[in-house]
């Protein structure tokens, strides 16, 4: 297991910002590895009285059960959009320089109600995407 811690502190503009993070890295076995990230950021911006703190949550996964296979998820949240984004990446690779992607993306919205105007929907993107790769040689 992996770990990086970060601190980090100084000039934000007109203010001060304050930043921790943390991301470990587990590979739990050859097939599966996993990933993790938290940040906290504390803004002050003291000539106009206003603070700001934003957390940042992050996982992923990455399973591959053989070189041909390799399927990967990935989550976020971040409290300062109130916004949850997730993917799904399918990848298969018959032989060498050719690739096909499936990839599954979505943007939720964990605040939906606004102070002025109608709620948010819950999904606020979607999209599915193939992508297939071929090198050509020579």
Do not use: C
């Not at 970060?6 to 890295?25: C, E, M, N």
């Not at 504390?42 to 296979?69: C, D, Q, W, Y």
């Not at 409290?79 to 984004?85: E, K, M, P, Y």
């Amino acid at each position: 297991m992996r770990d990086r811690r970060w601190v980090l502190g100084g000039q934000f503009y007109d203010g001060k910002r304050w930043s921790f993070s943390v991301g470990p890295t587990w590979n739990v076995s050859r097939f599966l590895r996993l990933n993790g990230f938290y940040e906290y950021n504390h803004i002050r911006f003291a000539e106009r009285n206003k603070e700001l703190e934003t957390h940042i949550g992050r996982l992923r996964m990455e399973v591959t059960p053989s070189v041909e296979f390799t399927i990967s998820s990935f989550v976020q949240y971040n409290s300062a959009s109130d916004v949850l984004i997730g993917n799904l990446r399918f990848r298969y690779n018959p032989k060498q320089g050719n690739d096909l992607y499936i990839v599954y993306n979505e943007q939720l919205n964990t605040n939906r109600s606004v102070l002025s105007g109608p709620n948010l929907p819950i999904s606020d993107q979607r999209a599915i995407l193939i992508k297939y790769n071929y090198t050509f040689r020579w």
